[in-house]
């Protein structure tokens, strides 16, 4: 409770300076308990997204779009590819698989954005390493268009909910692959391209917290006994450079994801097991909507968390590019405390 209340006065001091907003203060930020009302109309809409990777696509040289399936609603799935040398190693970003996960998406397209700025940076990075991104996997429950019923769902305006349309867990699909989403993402990306390094991007709830301080996002590698212990150590690998890209930023409190699974039918492992895919889950702080109120996080929060999943793929990117994930210290991955759980 005191933390809430601590959050608030902050959130209010803020609104009051009416400028500089830094992230540090804004890290700590009010979840839907602070009373603020959770208004989804600033996010990115399945459309305005359809729209952007489009244009992006006629703009940009490098970027190649590929539509690779239908959501249940018949909703088209993209894949954004830069693809300069198939002997490159190449990453994929998948976000959205939980369709009220919003703010993974936000910062998969302003990476996306930020690729076609043709700096000489991204020119030389995009010369080592090849980017495959799936952003919104789950358009159908993004868009709250689903054959159930969202009313106990807690924003205003259009509701977000974790499953498809059919009421099918995506991250929990990756075995069975019955629902068109998954099979799409199977059978026409995971199979058809060859995936050296794999980050699955979520939100977790608003609690979560190291040290008294929220954390605004966890890590975990692949938690399934069988999966090739070379998989697990590149994982770790990976997982060690997004903590130490983003944690001498200040403002990101990154710890390992507390509720570890062996389960094979979620990403974070299927693709370790199915594919000998080094990946890593991802978990940022809060949810856009959601029926059960702490785990919405106010919109105060959308930028920095959507300059986190941004920094999260460029920092990785940018690791692979220059060979320095290959020296990374999966140590660091490994004496990373687990975050608390306080629901
Ligand atoms: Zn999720």
């Known amino acids: 409770m005191k933390k809430k209340v601590i959050a608030m006065s902050l959130s209010i001091t803020l609104a009051t300076a009416g400028v500089g907003i830094t992230p540090s203060f804004a890290a700590n930020g009010p979840d839907v308990n602070g009373n603020e009302t959770v208004q989804t109309a600033m996010l990115t809409t399945y459309k305005e997204m359809k729209s952007f990777l489009q244009k992006e696509d006629v703009k940009q040289e490098q970027m190649d779009l590929e539509v690779i399936g239908e959501t249940n609603e018949g909703r088209e799935i993209f894949l954004v590819k830069y693809i300069t040398n198939p002997d490159n190693p190449t990453i994929l970003y998948l976000t959205q698989q939980h369709g009220n996960e919003a703010l993974t998406t936000e910062g998969a397209l302003d990476y996306i954005r930020h690729l076609g700025s043709n700096s000489k ?19 159908d429950g993004a868009m709250g268009d689903v054959n159930f019923s969202l009313e106990d769902h807690v924003a205003s305006g259009r509701h977000l909910t974790r499953y498809n349309a059919n009421r099918v867990d995506l991250n929990r699909d ?7 989403e998954t099979k799409a993402l199977h059978e026409n990306v995971l199979q058809k391209y060859k995936i050296d390094y794999m980050i699955d991007m979520h939100h977790q709830g608003t609690q979560e917290d190291y040290n008294d301080r929220y954390t605004t996002g966890s890590l975990l590698t692949p938690q399934n006994p069988e999966v090739n212990s070379v998989v697990t150590e590149q994982s770790k690998r990976l997982a060690t450079v997004l903590y130490q890209g983003l944690e001498p930023l200040g403002w990101t409190h990154i710890f390992k994801y507390d509720a570890p699974t062996s389960k094979p039918n979620v990403a974070s492992n299927a693709m370790a097991l199915q594919y ?18 702490p785990y919405v996080l106010g ?31 999966s140590g660091v ?11």
């Not at 990756?174 to 068109?180: D, E, L, N, R």
């Not at 000998?276 to 109120?293: H, K």
């Open 276 to 293: 000998d895919i080094p990946v890593i889950l991802f978990e940022m702080r809060g949810m856009a909507d959601n029926s059960y109120e």
């Open 333 to 343: 991955y490994e004496q990373l405390p687990e975050q608390n759980y306080n629901y």
């Open 299 to 329: 919109q105060k929060s959308n930028g920095y968390l959507t300059k986190q999943a941004f920094l999260a793929m460029q920092e990785t990117s940018e690791a692979i590019a220059d060979g320095s994930i290959l020296k990374a210290d």
């Open 174 to 180: 990756h075995v069975k692959k019955a629902a068109p």
């Open 121 to 139: 940076k991204n020119q030389k990075m995009l010369k080592h390493v090849n980017i495959l991104i799936l952003p919104m996997l789950n358009a």
